[in-house]
């Protein structure tokens, strides 16, 4: 969470709109008191895409799916 001052919400807004986007929460605040909550409207949020992790999994080795001798008890 973010708090900014009245002043400083009007002399950065676009950048605390593109904050907001990315999913901070900027609250703007009068005197130290939080005032109001800028926040995004679910159409404008960034939709979600599959897929996105594609090439990170490196290398997994060939007992991957073999049991944990740790858990043996348990299963």
Known sequence: M???TIH???T???KLIREALAGEEIIIAKNRTPLVR???????????????????????DDDFNEPLEDFKEYM
């Open 8 to 10: 400083e919400a009007k």
């Open 2 to 4: 973010r708090q900014v």
């Open 12 to 14: 950065h807004l676009s």
């Open 38 to 60: 800028l926040d995004v409207l679910p159409e404008a949020r960034p939709k979600r895409s599959i897929g996105g992790a594609k090439g990170l999994v490196v290398r997994m």
